[in-house]
């Protein structure tokens, strides 16, 4: 389900939780989270008047609405291109499956339109935006988070962006998993010393993506409503975390996390197999999303049998508190 840590600042960015729906990788492949959780320092959804004509927003010289997932038209939904990287959590936003920002300038004749996840920053474009209008919409959400935008490398709208991003460096997204690729050789492992359990309220607080989940969400419940996630425990330890995000057509992106002490020992790979097959086995598709510097995440995805592999840059503007 973001997005990438980058060769710039990598040091000072690793410092930060890792969000798992951003990068199915042994780190989290996406813009930072500050300590505190910048996701929820912003305006609640519900408390703003969404269709307020006059609405301004920090920054903004230009008045747009804030739009509540019901409130969107299917005017607002042909804004966006299908076909963005990571299409999958812009879909989730509009949908209301998981929260973010909806802003466009009109809610019957739209003309441009942002969306932004809240989790990690991850932020799409309508096919048509203007340098003005994208400069203050970046200025602006940079006042409560992350803004972090990848599409592909010779896509027009590029020219549009400021050019003072924090970060820039390339995902690499995985789709059709064959499914004749059989899983069953990952899932042999056994050992009287650990064993796999679906993530459960009694669990969940003692993970090492608690809090970021709980950022992604709004609160814990939220994530069992909707969410997977599945976890190998040893005799004292969790040795790895999976988490798989709603399904958005029937699509879920997947987030995997080792701890640092076990990784190289195959955790990762067994969990990730054993959580693709139960998601199999409901119909869902899964899709995978990694920093193209973290190896370790790429080698999972290959291994388990994903065929098509896309590449794709990314930028990242900080919140501006975070700097």
Same mark, same amino acid.
């Given at each position: 389900?973001?997005?990438?840590?980058?060769?710039?600042?990598?040091?000072?960015?690793?410092? %930060?939780?890792?969000?798992?729906?951003?990068?199915?990788?042994?780190?989290?492949?996406?813009?930072?989270?500050?300590?505190?959780?910048?996701?929820?320092?912003?305006?609640?959804?519900?408390?703003?008047?969404?269709?307020?004509?006059?609405?301004?927003?920090?920054?903004?010289?230009?008045?747009?609405?804030?739009?509540?997932?019901?409130?969107?038209?299917?005017?607002?939904?042909?804004?966006?291109?299908?076909?963005?990287?990571?299409?999958?959590?812009?879909?989730?936003?509009?949908?209301?499956?998981?929260?973010?920002?909806?802003?466009?300038?009109?809610?019957?004749?739209?003309?441009?339109?942002?969306?932004?996840?809240?989790?990690?920053?991850?932020?799409?474009?309508?096919?048509?935006?203007?340098?003005?209008?994208?400069?203050?919409?970046?200025?602006?959400?940079?006042?409560?988070?992350?803004?972090?935008?990848?599409?592909?490398?010779?896509?027009?709208?590029?020219?549009?962006?400021?050019?003072?991003?924090?970060?820039?460096?390339?995902?690499?997204?995985?789709?059709?998993?064959?499914?004749?690729?059989?899983?069953?050789?990952?899932?042999?492992?056994?050992?009287?010393?650990?064993?796999? %359990?679906?993530?459960?309220?009694?669990?969940?607080?003692?993970?090492?993506?608690?809090?970021?989940?709980?950022?992604?969400?709004?609160?814990?419940?939220?994530?069992?409503?909707?969410?997977?996630?599945?976890?190998?425990?040893?005799?004292?330890?969790?040795?790895?975390?999976?988490?798989?995000?709603?399904?958005?057509?029937?699509?879920?992106?997947?987030?995997?996390?080792?701890?640092?002490?076990?990784?190289? %020992?195959?955790?990762?790979?067994?969990?990730?197999?054993?959580?693709?097959?139960?998601?199999?086995?409901?119909?869902?598709?899964?899709?995978?999303?990694?920093?193209? %510097?973290?190896?370790?995440?790429?080698?999972?995805?290959?291994?388990?049998?994903?065929?098509?592999?896309?590449?794709?840059?990314?930028r990242i503007w900080r919140a501006l508190e975070s700097e």
């Amino acid at each position: 389900m973001h997005l990438p840590k980058r060769n710039t600042l990598r040091s000072s960015l690793s410092r %930060q939780p890792r969000h798992p729906a951003t990068g199915a990788g042994e780190r989290r492949d996406g813009a930072q989270f500050r300590q505190g959780g910048w996701g929820w320092s912003r305006p609640r959804v519900d408390s703003v008047q969404p269709l307020e004509r006059g609405l301004q927003y920090p920054l903004m010289k230009t008045s747009m609405l804030r739009v509540k997932p019901h409130q969107v038209t299917p005017e607002i939904r042909a804004l966006f291109t299908t076909d963005d990287p990571a299409n999958v959590r812009c879909l989730a936003v509009l949908e209301g499956i998981l929260p973010g920002d909806i802003l466009v300038d009109d809610l019957t004749n739209p003309i441009w339109g942002v969306v932004r996840g809240v989790g990690d920053g991850t932020t799409f474009l309508s096919r048509t935006i203007t340098s003005e209008i994208s400069h203050q919409v970046i200025s602006s959400l940079r006042q409560t988070g992350n803004v972090v935008i990848g599409m592909w490398e010779n896509d027009s709208r590029w020219a549009q962006l400021p050019s003072d991003s924090a970060q820039d460096g390339v995902n690499i997204e995985f789709l059709d998993r064959a499914r004749k690729h059989n899983l069953e050789t990952y899932l042999q492992a056994k050992s009287p010393n650990w064993h796999i %359990q679906q993530i459960d309220p009694f669990i969940f607080p003692r993970c090492a993506w608690y809090s970021v989940i709980c950022r992604e969400y709004g609160r814990a419940e939220h994530f069992f409503q909707k969410g997977l996630g599945f976890c190998v425990i040893g005799v004292n330890d969790i040795l790895a975390e999976v988490y798989l995000t709603p399904a958005v057509h029937g699509i879920r992106e997947i987030g995997v996390r080792t701890q640092e002490a076990y990784r190289g %020992q195959g955790y990762g790979t067994l969990l990730s197999a054993y959580s693709i097959q139960i998601c199999e086995q409901r119909e869902d598709h899964v899709y995978w999303n990694t920093a193209q %510097q973290n190896l370790a995440s790429i080698a999972i995805a290959r291994k388990l049998g994903f065929q098509s592999e896309r590449t794709y840059p990314v930028r990242i503007w900080r919140a501006l508190e975070s700097e």
